[in-house]
């Protein structure tokens, strides 16, 4: 284990941002010269807290099944070749989770029963990041060809996660992205002060070295139909993500101005890449609304800063959290805690259990402000408490509510030509080994799931592989973490 005494000698600490001042100044990610690089001088220190408990919960916290106790006790060691061999056993992309996922690892920690948890999420970023940096990541080619296809639609996290398994077990994999770039929403969803795309970048050129073949640009469904997928590859693996997005029908929706946050932010993303994007939505000199208080809300909230926003005001429908884990959320659950991201220390203001009533407009036809009200813990309106706030753009930012069934014309879509069966709540229907009820059709992360984290994504893109191997040769070697049905322990 780790230093036996290192959680009774070092308390809990993390890397510190750059300032406020200079970083909303510019596109690059919030800490010095990056995480992995700040967090060096504590991040020995911080492993060796890990109790190396007898039973590790924070394996139950990371749906990846990731060997964290392993890896920390490597890092204190200095030994991090071996942290590197034991964080890749069970998860593709570190680099990701490392900077996108809320940590269920971190408070499901034994530690955190009653002092601050291991800063999991950090040791995982430093040992990947050193790795790459010292050219520890290689590609990993099969040693053979099986002679099988596969098809994955969709680039985020969990179809790149399926196609590095299927590519690394011999088949011949296929990654289809209608976006212009493969990265699914990691690559144009995801603010570059969160996670810069080098990272995704460096990823994708292994998995090309690997033999991973990558279609961005093609808008499956449409540009190539479902199925003539089913006759060209001998397998299909859905991946395409939950990017329905949830609408807010109060009176004056129709008004200009007001903006889905995948509408918003995709096009400032770009911008910070250096691409020119013709008629971008900005916040520029306005007055800014964001309805929803999730990281999504939150990356709305910094990409409006740095477009130099008059006010920025977001708006959550749910009362305020506390700060301290409530009784009826005990550990080892992920808990509802009032957290602040880099983006809420930046600026903006916001507004707990308020529900929007109407959006007003203006002469010509665009949102000047919008009307909401106080809810009480049933979500009715409280009677005196109405007031209306200035909104020049309103960015909607109230998560996702299951995949696209249509093309953007109206046609029908990958998932009716298919035909296959869907869940009570929209999603593709899948059995006990990820299979779709169309033969050969195979499904991952939140197309099936419904809106989740990136490390079920992952974790689920792990586990479709092993169904998909499994399927094409008969028997597989590859891992599958987790079972389709199982799910987060909340309350």
């Known amino acids: 284990m780790a230093d036996p005494k290192g959680f009774l000698k070092s308390g ?105 948890p291991v800063t999991i999420k950090n040791v995982e970023v430093s040992i990947i990041d050193r790795a790459w940096g010292s050219g520890y990541v290689r590609p990993q080619p099969p040693e053979w060809l099986s002679g099988k296809t596969v098809a994955v639609i969709g680039s985020g996290p969990a179809g790149l996660a399926a196609a ?90 129709e008004l200009g101005g007001i903006h889905q946050a995948m509408e918003f932010l995709p096009q400032a993303n770009r911008v910070a890449l250096g691409e020119e994007v013709e008629g971008q939505i900005l916040a520029t000199d306005k007055d800014v609304v964001i309805i929803g208080g999730g990281d999504t809300g939150a990356d709305c909230l910094g990409t409006s800063i740095r477009q130099g926003a008059r006010s920025i005001t977001q708006l959550e429908i749910m009362p305020q959290p506390g700060g301290e884990r409530p009784a009826g959320q005990p550990w080892p659950t992920y808990p509802m805690l009032f957290r602040v991201s880099s983006a809420h220390e930046e600026g903006g203001d916001r507004m707990y259990a308020a529900s929007t009533k109407e959006f007003v407009g203006d002469a010509d036809g665009n949102v000047a402000s919008l009307r909401l009200v106080e809810v009480d813990a049933k979500f009715q309106p409280v009677e005196g408490t109405e007031r209306e706030i200035p909104a020049q753009l309103v960015l909607l930012a109230m998560g996702f509510v299951g995949p696209e069934k249509k093309l953007a014309g109206g046609e029908s879509g990958l998932i009716e030509q298919l035909g296959v069966e869907l869940d009570e709540r929209g999603n593709v229907k899948r059995d006990g080994s990820y299979a779709a009820s169309v033969p050969g059709v195979y499904v991952a992360g939140d197309v099936g799931r419904g809106q989740s984290l990136i490390v079920w994504a992952i974790a689920e893109g792990r586990s479709a592989a092993a169904a998909v191997d499994a399927h094409l040769t008969g028997s597989t070697t590859l891992p599958a973490p987790i079972k389709p049905h199982e799910r987060p322990l909340v309350v």
């Open 164 to 253: 590095q398994q299927l590519t690394r077990a011999g088949h011949t994999v296929a990654v289809y992205e209608r976006a212009d770039k493969i990265g699914g929403l990691m690559r144009y969803g995801i603010p570059e002060f969160k996670m810069e795309k080098k990272h995704l970048d460096r990823r994708l050129d292994q998995m090309r070295r690997e033999g991973t073949v990558f279609r961005a640009g093609v808008n499956v469904g449409g540009d190539i139909t479902g199925p003539q997928l089913l006759a060209r590859y001998d397998a299909v693996v859905l991946a395409m993500g939950a990017t329905e997005a949830r609408d807010l029908p109060a009176t004056g929706r």
């Open 12 to 116: 809990r600490e993390v890397a510190s941002r750059r300032d406020v001042a200079e970083r909303v100044q510019d596109w690059d990610e919030v800490y010095p010269d990056g995480i992995g690089r700040a967090l060096l001088p504590i991040i020995n220190t911080q492993a060796s807290r890990c109790m190396d408990c007898g039973i590790p919960f924070c394996h139950q916290g990371c749906p990846l099944g990731n060997i964290i106790p392993e890896w920390n006790d490597l890092v204190w060691r200095d030994d991090w070749d071996g942290a590197m061999d034991r964080l890749h056993a069970t998860n593709n992309f570190p680099e990701f989770t490392g900077r996108l996922c809320p940590a269920p690892c971190e408070t499901a920690c034994v530690l955190g029963i009653n002092q601050d």
